[in-house]
């Protein structure tokens, strides 16, 4: 690798933005910018661009995201059963591999019990190795404050790569949503700096020292996701940049509604079958004129299922009185059930009486698959406890000790005492 390979990294208006690929692999990077500010993003590209270069690194990978890389990469998956390799593997010959036959890694630690062991263990193996062969290589840790956090748990392994790391051609990159819960040591070692929207004061405060212009700070909790300002010794000035796009899927996404067939309100209503009295239909126009006219989009599906299709669905159900013998079950009513929902809001509409409102599915829009297979388990029996919901989703206790906590944060779930237990 040589000191003129660029990274292509953003545009800043129409010109490319690129950052120097030796000053990255080598030195210490930190990638900041709350949730939605694209930082997850910019992390895959700048490991696509890696990629593409032929320069080897290891991601540890907190959330199961980065495996789309493989779409169009070579390199190898360590986790759990579907990866190519289980994360129990000696570690020291994996990075010794690793690093003689540049092959870039993707340590997957989002179903481990002890994601902070397997982290320090790997950690300190890659600093042995990289202290005798010292060969340039590249350490990318996702959601650093849970591993450097400002406090005595911090790995130690990696504050020493962050402070003696660079003698030996091993490069750090922290990434955090949090900066002001980062070890200060770790983030202060970081010449490299890209950062994106932020707007809670003690993270605005955290990246204080990266600004030395307070108007520039002030931009922070205006920028668009994918904006990012790229500081550093990767670029020759600073640069506020859009981040470019993805070659490979990005798995990471908000899930988003997908809007299906639009209806009228009258015929909706009539589909579902609410026939109108003439003496509603001015009101029910009336209704409908005046939503038409606000910022929501009602988006309505028209429930049409086969005859066959239900009558093959009972069949499967019914039973005989008997083990042996008897006649079948005899299905005397079958109800069929819909629903309008608000595509942007994902509330549900009631259109009965007027126009009203409820939750639907509002608290659901931007959950992980991982946080909506906890919330189908506490809504099957709302008393269970932590390791109820390891034993059910087969989920480490780190991931879903995290995944409560993000619930809770948003309000969907909530703690009680049952005895000695939490539930």
Request: aromatic residues 6%; proline residues 2%.
């Amino acid at each position: 690798m040589t000191d003129k390979i660029q990274l292509l990294t953003g545009k800043m208006d129409t010109k490319d933005v690129f950052i120097d690929a030796q000053e990255f692999v080598t030195g210490r990077t930190c990638v900041i910018g709350q949730s939605g500010s694209g930082k997850s993003y910019l992390i895959a590209v700048l490991c696509e661009q890696l990629l593409q270069n032929n320069i080897a690194f290891c991601i540890v990978d907190t959330e199961g995201e980065y495996f789309s890389l493989k779409e169009k990469f070579q390199l190898l998956w360590v986790g759990g059963e579907e990866a190519d390799v289980r994360i129990d593997i000696d570690f020291y010959d994996l990075i010794t591999k690793s690093i003689t036959n540049n092959v870039p890694l993707i340590l997957d630690v989002s179903d481990v019990l002890d994601q902070r062991k397997v982290v320090s263990d790997f950690a300190g193996k890659l600093y042995e190795i990289e202290s005798q062969v010292k060969q340039p290589y590249l350490l990318i840790i996702e959601e650093a404050d849970r591993f450097v956090p400002q406090s005595k748990d911090s790995i130690k392994e990696i504050e020493e790569i962050s402070k003696r790391g660079r003698k030996r051609g091993l490069g750090l990159l922290v990434a955090t949503q949090r900066p002001s819960l980062v070890n200060k040591n770790v983030l202060s070692q970081c010449g490299n700096q890209l950062i994106g929207k932020l707007t809670t004061e003690n993270d605005l405060k955290a990246v204080d020292l990266f600004f030395a212009d307070r108007k520039e700070l002030e931009l922070l909790p205006k920028l668009n996701t994918g904006e990012f300002f790229v500081m550093g010794n990767v670029v020759k000035e600073k640069t506020r940049m859009q981040t470019v796009q993805r070659i490979t899927q990005h798995k990471g996404l908000t899930p988003k509604l997908i809007p299906k067939a639009t209806g009228k309100i009258t015929e909706l209503k009539t589909s579902l079958g609410f026939s109108g009295r003439p003496e509603e239909i001015e009101k029910k126009e009336t209704v409908k004129e005046a939503y038409e006219f606000g910022e929501r989009k009602l988006k309505g599906v028209e429930a049409k299922i086969p005859k066959e299709q239900i009558e093959a669905i009972v069949d499967g159900k019914r039973k005989k009185k008997y083990w042996l013998f008897g006649e079948k079950e005899h299905v005397k009513s079958i109800e069929l059930h819909s629903f309008i929902a608000d595509s942007v809001s994902g509330e549900f509409v009631d259109i009965k009486n007027g126009l009203k409102y409820s939750t639907g599915i509002s608290k659901l829009i931007g959950l992980n698959e991982n946080e909506i297979r906890i919330l189908l388990e506490i809504f099957r029996n709302e008393k269970t406890t932590i390791g109820d919901l390891e034993l059910k989703t087969k989920l480490s206790e780190t991931t879903i000790r995290n995944i409560i906590h993000n619930l809770q944060d948003r309000k969907i779930v909530t703690f009680s005492k049952q005895g000695n237990l939490k539930l």
